[in-house]
Nanobody
Framework: QVQLVESGGGLVQSGGSLRLSCTAS????????LGWYRQVPGKQRELVAIATNGASTTYADSVKGRFTISRDNAKNTVYLQMNSLKPEDTAVYYC?????????????WGQGTQVTVSS
């Protein structure tokens, strides 16, 4: 069973930066799709960024040019570098590890880390 632990959230002023980390244990996730989602109260969880095991990346339009996702397979870790943060980036950020198999996919989620951007 994959367990994911996020860290790096906190309070930052508008225009500032934060770096989130998510480390997996229980399984080698180097072949998994790794990503970050975020959620605010009353809204659905939304995609922030995804990195495949081939290192291709996808970003939400709202974060393109400001956020960068990266992965270190040797450390079983995925990162999210967040620059030029805006108050609307305030949310709980969740790490995702997705194992894609022949007949479907299995998602594993972290517990979430709060990011608050003050104006």
């Amino acid at each position: 069973q994959v367990q994911l632990v996020e860290s790096g959230g906190g309070l930052v002023q508008s225009g500032g930066s934060l770096r989130l980390s998510c480390t997996a244990s229980g399984s080698d996730v180097s072949t998994y799709v790794l990503g970050w989602y975020r959620q605010v109260p009353g809204k659905q969880r939304e995609l922030v960024a995804i990195a495949t095991n081939g290192a291709s990346t996808t970003y939400a339009d709202s974060v393109k040019g400001r956020f960068t996702i990266s992965r270190d397979n040797a450390k079983n870790t995925v990162y999210l570098q967040m620059n030029s943060l805006k108050p609307e980036d305030t949310a709980v950020y969740y790490c995702l590890a997705r194992r894609i198999a022949l007949f479907g996919a299995t998602d594993h989620w972290g517990q979430g880390t709060q990011v608050t951007v003050s104006s």
